[in-house]
């Protein structure tokens, strides 16, 4: 009887303790919250033709270091498959030399190169340093001299916007706001901690990431557009461009759930940009006015 009375009071003590364990520590989240915002702030750039304000702490010359350590590693082993001659490699090196000459006014002093790789793959990308690459797979949807043009636009335009290097950036601060989340919860219980985890790493996913990516997106798709109409390809392509890479796409998930905007948005968003890219493409190509 007396056991049973000491074990009962013991563990009333004891559920006692459990329950005064404290809560989320807030004071913490924002010292994590203030180091954030520094690092913010003192670490803002332009985006060129666009002008919007982004994070980025990665000098130019390192990026471009990484971009050539980077496209020397795809090239070696891709080597077997390089077309080195022929139609689809002198198109590409000509529309861009004309994309690049485009881009002469924000071009931080990129060692432009341009490759084709055989392969199936529907894909092209550019490199901090003007590093790009054409996989032969995207020719036939493509088309034409006009669609290739929006696409190696938009790819160099994620190089001269520095977008590899401010996803680092972001990606840092993302750190810097976990840890911050993680230290305030650590005088909680661990079913607590893990659901506030939990919750932090949803709104970081959907919240942040994702859409922090598709506006990475969006904005290659503006300045490439402007970039192609100063190059004299016709931007009125780029909307009939990605119809056709919606009709081969096949099933995609909902936008808020992928790093690219859906191919209808970006036809919407190239109708909308039209006007703009239409009186560059006149301007700068009085040979061809539309």
């Known amino acids: 009887m007396v056991y049973g009375r000491q074990r009962r009071g013991y563990a009333r003590r004891s559920g ?33 033709y666009t002008g ?25 082993d891709n080597a077997p498959n390089l077309v080195r001659s022929g139609p689809n490699y002198d198109i590409v090196n000509e529309i ?8 002469s006014d924000s071009d931080p002093g990129f060692e432009w190169a341009f490759n084709v790789i055989d392969s199936p793959q529907a894909n092209a990308f550019a490199l901090p340093g003007g590093y790009t690459a054409v996989y032969t797979g995207l020719m036939p949807i ?29 990606q840092n601060m993302q750190r810097i706001v976990g840890a911050g989340v993680a230290m305030g919860a650590g005088g909680m219980d661990y079913g607590s901690q893990r659901a506030v985890m939990g919750v932090f790493g949803g709104i970081s996913q959907y919240g942040f990431a994702l859409p922090f990516s598709r506006k990475h997106e969006s904005e290659a798709d503006y300045i490439g557009l402007i970039l192609m109409s100063r190059a004299c390809y ?31 948005t970006r036809v919407d968003d190239f109708k ?19």
């Open 234 to 264: 016709d931007p009125r392509e780029a909307p009939r461009l990605w119809e056709r890479m919606g009709q081969q796409g096949g099933q995609t998930p909902p936008e808020f759930q992928s790093t690219h905007p859906s191919p209808q």
């Open 272 to 290: 909308r940009w039209m006007p703009e890219a239409i009186e560059i493409y006149n301007q700068s190509c009085p040979n061809k006015i539309r």
């Open 16 to 48: 006692g303790m459990r329950r005064r364990r404290g809560g989320f520590r807030w004071q913490i989240m924002l010292l994590f919250g203030i180091g954030a915002a520094v690092y913010y702030f003192a670490n803002q750039k332009t985006v060129p």
């Open 96 to 103: 861009g030399a004309k994309i690049a000459r485009a881009a």
């Open 52 to 76: 919007r304000k982004q994070l980025r702490t990665m000098k130019p010359a390192a990026e471009m270091q990484l971009g050539l350590q980077s496209y020397q590693q795809i090239l070696n």
């Open 142 to 170: 493509a088309k034409n001299e006009d669609g290739l043009a929006v696409v190696m636009g938009h790819e160099v335009a994620h190089a001269l916007a520095h977008h590899g290097a401010e996803r680092m950036a972001q």
